[in-house]
């Protein structure tokens, strides 16, 4: 479909509409309707449009800027304090020109704004008729900047100290060896194991995010025994020192087929899991069951699916902090770890194309609750 407008803009007004490839209107579109703001120039450099996004980002009246030229209406200067209309010359220059990239300028007072221009001509190497200028606010990107210094200052602050213990220990037990006892030596070299398995999970973690960020997390799917998965974490915390009679699981048979990545739902268990035990109290209920996809469901709503219900008896969650629970960074009220695991375990789920929900569980504490379709892969189907 091509994109034009049927009428020119008008100064204060300027209704423009869309055209399809045959020239028919297919969607009435007014500039103040738009999200970004929207400044349009006419053949002789003067505003003729200036939408109301424009005066909210710019904080120039439109009333100001309309009729006047570019370079007084909107006057815009580089990082390095060139004024950019000046130097970029739309209206000069080479003849197949077609606008200007994003870029970062700066208004008068120092206000930065991100703006793309394109260069309209009625045929390809003719004179400018109108240079469409569009202009975002900085602050989404200057949040997602904002939130990935804070991912390497975290991560970096949480390699320090394993990091710091494992130098400190080689360098002890390599200068003095003959001096330690066997059992001394056990335990120092434990220390060392289990820092580097920290530093490992911490690696894992950072390239899990930028693997969802970047929409690249792979998954292997094959068959998966959840109940047994389930099982397994449960007598891991067994193994270390919990309680049997802290878990109770529940699995409610028959299970349909499940397929997915048996090493990235390990990861959903475990961390899901060890917030429990770490964070709750009393007993950790566990509820394996088929289930159905809610209304609401990214795909296929209705279809089948696996839903696993991790609950404590513990304070749970405040309701103000529901809605942060899988955003980065965000901890309980009891400090430690990155924040980082249900961010992970809210991207592993969604890229299996199922969900996950938290609330209040029947004793008070907090629960989680994902669903996993269940439906092979086409290619076995």
């Given at each position: 479909m091509a994109v034009g407008t049927s009428k020119p803009l008008e100064a204060g007004s300027g209704a423009a509409t869309m055209e399809s490839a045959g020239g028919e209107d297919v969607l009435g579109l007014l500039p103040d309707e738009l999200p970004d703001g929207l400044v349009v120039?006419?053949?002789?450099g003067r505003i003729i449009g200036f939408n109301l996004a424009a005066a909210r980002i710019t904080a120039i009246p439109r009333d100001e800027a309309l009729g006047r030229p570019l370079e007084v209406g909107l006057p815009l200067e580089d990082l390095e304090g060139r004024r950019w209309w000046q130097v970029t010359d739309p209206y000069g220059g080479l003849a197949t020109r077609v606008g200007q990239p994003e870029r970062n300028l700066l208004l008068?007072?120092?206000r930065e704004v991100l703006v793309t221009a394109r260069y309209i001509r009625h045929h390809q190497t003719g004179p400018v008729r109108r240079v469409v200028i569009s202009?975002?606010?900085?602050?989404?990107?200057?949040?997602?900047?904002r939130s990935h210094a804070e991912l390497i200052a975290t991560v970096s602050h949480e390699l320090r100290s394993p990091l710091t213990s494992v130098k400190g220990f080689t360098a002890t037990l390599l200068a003095k060896w003959e001096r330690f006892t066997d059992d001394q030596k056990k335990l120092m070299l434990e220390t060392v194991d289990a820092d580097a398995d920290r530093v490992t999970r911490l690696i894992t973690e950072l390239l899990d995010i930028s693997r969802i960020d970047a929409g690249r997390l792979e998954l292997r799917r094959q068959p998966v025994d959840i109940a047994a998965a389930v099982g397994r974490h449960v007598q891991a915390h067994i193994a270390t020192g919990q309680s049997p009679d802290r878990f109770f699981v529940r699995v409610s048979r028959p299970l349909p087929d499940l397929w997915g990545d048996?090493?990235?739902?390990?990861?959903?268990?475990s961390n899901l899991l060890e917030n429990a035990v770490r964070h709750g109290e009393g007993t950790v209920t566990i509820d394996i069951r088929p289930a159905t996809a809610p209304p609401t469901a990214p795909r296929e709503p209705g279809a089948p699916v696996t839903a696993v219900t991790v609950a404590d008896e513990g304070p749970g969650i405040p309701e103000e902090s529901m809605n942060r629970v899988f955003t980065?960074?965000?901890?309980?009220?009891?400090?430690?770890?990155?924040?980082?695991g249900l961010y992970i375990v809210k991207g592993i789920v969604e890229v299996h194309g199922g969900g996950i929900t938290v609330g209040r569980g029947p004793e008070g504490g907090a629960e989680f609750r994902f669903?996993?379709?269940?439906?092979?892969?086409?290619?076995?189907?």
């Open positions: 120039a006419d053949e002789s008068p007072g120092g202009l975002r606010d900085t602050e989404a990107r200057r949040r997602t900047e048996p090493d990235k739902i390990d990861q959903v268990l980065r960074f965000w901890r309980g009220s009891k400090r430690g770890g990155t924040g980082l669903t996993l379709p269940v439906a092979a892969p086409s290619y076995l189907a």
